[in-house]
């Protein structure tokens, strides 16, 4: 099970720090991504983190802006978003899987992001 929190409304130029809890599973043995899907949009890949080495990666849309991170006694894993921009909003949910972005097999519910202008 996978649980995503910490969005909100926020102007553009902020920051936001969403969570995502898992549990009922070996939480180092999956990678764990972020994904959004913006109104009339597609959902799209953000980051993935592999908890068990720190390995990451951010689409170019993200990066530099969004870090993610793993914090594995927790059963945990972060996205610190910074310089949101308007075209961040959307609807962000956490997953995990064997690879990024195509085979992550366990999705929680969403958490509503929404940067104004």
């Known amino acids: 099970q996978l649980q995503a929190s910490g969005g909100g409304s926020v102007q553009a130029g902020g920051s936001l720090r969403l969570s995502c809890a898992a549990s009922?599973?070996?939480?180092?043995?999956?990678?764990i991504g972020w994904f959004r899907q913006a109104p009339g949009k597609e959902r799209e890949g953000v980051a993935v983190?592999?908890?068990?080495?720190?390995?990451?990666y951010y689409e170019d849309s993200v990066m530099g802006r969004f870090t993610i991170s793993s914090d594995n006694p927790r059963n945990t894993v972060y996205l610190q978003m910074n310089s949101l921009k308007v075209d961040d909003t959307g609807i962000y949910y956490c997953?995990?899987?064997?690879?990024?972005?195509?085979?992550?097999?366990?999705w929680g519910k969403g958490t509503q992001v929404t940067v104004s202008s």
């Open positions: 997953a995990a899987g064997t690879s990024y972005p195509r085979g992550m097999a366990y």
């Open positions: 983190i592999d908890p068990k080495d720190g390995n990451t």
């Open positions: 009922g599973f070996t939480f180092d043995r999956y990678a």
